[in-house]
C-alpha cells in the first residue's frame, strides 16, 4: 500500500500563525515525522515540500502524487481559545474508520473534536479526480497555548500516533527484515461455456487479479442489481471468478460464487 502526505500551506503562505511559530513550519515536521514511523508500514509519499499544494491546484500546476490514501496536515486556529483535533473528509467519502483511527489515537494528547465533512479543494480533488480516499487533518490549534505545549513536549509520539492510526484503520502491519518468499497459489482454471453478462445479487469488490489478497479498486464496486460483461470465468478453489474489462481497455475481477459456501453473487442472464 502506497499512502501519500501534503504539508499545508508553504511557499509564502505562512498560514495559520501562533505561540511563535507558522503553520507552514509546523505542518512540514509533521509530515517528516510521520513518514518515519508510516514507512515502517508501507511505502509512504510526499508532495514538494517547496510548494503549496493548494496554491498550484489553483494555478492548474498540482501534480498529483500517486498513491492509495491521502492526509493533508495543518493546524487550527481560533482567538487563541479554542483547542483540539480534529479531521475533515469529503462530502463523497463513505467511511471514516482510518480518520477515527488516528484521532482515537490523538485524543491521548488533544481533546477529539470528531470527523467533520467539508469538501477542501484538495483533498475533494483527490477524491473526485482520482477517486483516491483522503483526509485534510488539524493536528490541533496553534495559537493555543496548552496544545502547543502539549504538542511540543510529545510531538515524535504525537507523529506516531498519526502514523499507527493510518496503519491500524487500513489493517497494516509492520515490514519484516527480510522478504519472505510467497506460496504459490493455485491459477484459477478458465471456463469459456458461462462467459456473458451477470447480474450482481450482492455488492462486490473490484480487484486487479482473480485472487482476495490482490488489491481492490478504491471506492469502486459493483452493487446489486449491476450488470457486467464477463468474457471469461476462472473456476479457482474458494471462488469462481469473472473477467472483464473497462472502458480503458484494463482488464478487472469480481468474485461471481463464494465455491465453499456454493454460494452465487452474481446470475447470468
Request: charged share 25%.
Amino acid at each position: 500500500m502506497k499512502i501519500g502526505l501534503i504539508s499545508g500551506h508553504g511557499n509564502g503562505d505562512s498560514g495559520a500563525v501562533g505561540q511563535g511559530t507558522q503553520e507552514q513550519k509546523e505542518t512540514r515536521k509533521v509530515v517528516d515525522g510521520v513518514k518515519k514511523h508510516l514507512s515502517k508500514y508501507c511505502n509512504v509519499v510526499v508532495y514538494d515540500k517547496n510548494k503549496n499544494a493548494f496554491d498550484e491546484l489553483q494555478k492548474g500546476k498540482m501534480k498529483y502524487l500517486v498513491c492509495d490514501y491521502l492526509l493533508e496536515v495543518h493546524f487550527n486556529s481560533f482567538n487563541g481559545s479554542a483547542y483540539g483535533t480534529e479531521c475533515y473528509v469529503t462530502t463523497s467519502e463513505k467511511a471514516t474508520s482510518v480518520e477515527k483511527q488516528i484521532l482515537e489515537n490523538l485524543s491521548k494528547y488533544f481533546t477529539n473534536r470528531g470527523i467533520k465533512r467539508t469538501n477542501f479543494s484538495v483533498i475533494y480533488n483527490y477524491k473526485q479526480n482520482r477517486k483516491i480516499s483522503s483526509a485534510l487533518l488539524e493536528v490541533c490549534f496553534i495559537d493555543n497555548k496548552k496544545d502547543m505545549t502539549t504538542y511540543n513536549k510529545n510531538f515524535d509520539k504525537i507523529c506516531q500516533a498519526i502514523a499507527d492510526g493510518i496503519a491500524q484503520g487500513f489493517g497494516l502491519t509492520k515490514k519484516s527484515g527480510t522478504t519472505p518468499k510467497p506460496t504459490p497459489k493455485p491459477v484459477p482454471k478458465p471456463d469459456t461455456t458461462r462467459t456473458g453478462t451477470y447480474k450482481f445479487n450482492v455488492a462486490v469488490k473490484v480487484r486487479k487479479s482473480p485472487d482476495t489478497s490482490s488489491k481492490y479498486e478504491t471506492c469502486v464496486a459493483y452493487q446489486k442489481g449491476d450488470k457486467v460483461i464477463i468474457s471469461q470465468v476462472l473456476s479457482g478453489n474458494l471462488y469462481t471468478w469473472g473477467k472483464y474489462y473497462t472502458i480503458k481497455g484494463q482488464s478487472r475481477f469480481v468474485a461471481l460464487k463464494d465455491n465453499k459456501k456454493n454460494v452465487w453473487y452474481a446470475s447470468k442472464i
